[in-house]
């Protein structure tokens, strides 16, 4: 049974740091490339970033870039998201997600991937 469970979210100020961590069991974790999504209330699920089994080639939306960080630890099969300098409009539960047999750039869209997570609620005070 695969399972992707998310961990690290919480409340914190504006300006504030958070790690996101997601932790994979079920799946050869080495052969799959990791996204992070997330979906505030009332829009639909956005792309956050991805990274591939290899860790390069990482990509990130550009509401995020510079300020968020993915990697991953093939060896715990965790995929993390460092959250730096975070702004209220990042509030929204975050979801991790499992992508195979893919060689080269991740999908941005929620459909292109096999598994999820059940997200971490991450809320940004101003």
């Known amino acids: 049974q695969v399972q992707l469970v998310e961990s690290g979210g919480g409340l914190v100020q504006a300006g504030g740091s958070l790690r996101l961590s997601c932790a994979v069991s079920?799946?050869?974790?080495?052969?799959?490339?990791m996204g992070w999504f997330r979906q505030a209330p009332g829009k639909e699920r956005e792309f956050v970033a991805s990274i591939p089994w290899s860790g390069r080639t990482i990509y990130y939306a550009d509401s995020v870039k510079g300020r968020f960080t993915i990697s991953r630890d093939n060896a715990k099969s965790t995929v993390y998201l460092q959250q730096n300098s975070l702004k209220p409009e990042d509030t929204a539960v975050y979801y991790c997600?499992?992508?195979?047999?893919?060689?080269?750039?991740?999908?941005?869209?929620?459909?292109?991937?096999?598994?999820w997570g059940q997200g971490t609620q991450v809320t940004v005070s101003s």
């Open positions: 997600a499992a992508r195979g047999g893919l060689v080269g750039r991740l999908p941005e869209n929620a459909a292109g991937y096999d598994y």
């Open positions: 079920g799946l050869t974790f080495g052969r799959y490339g």
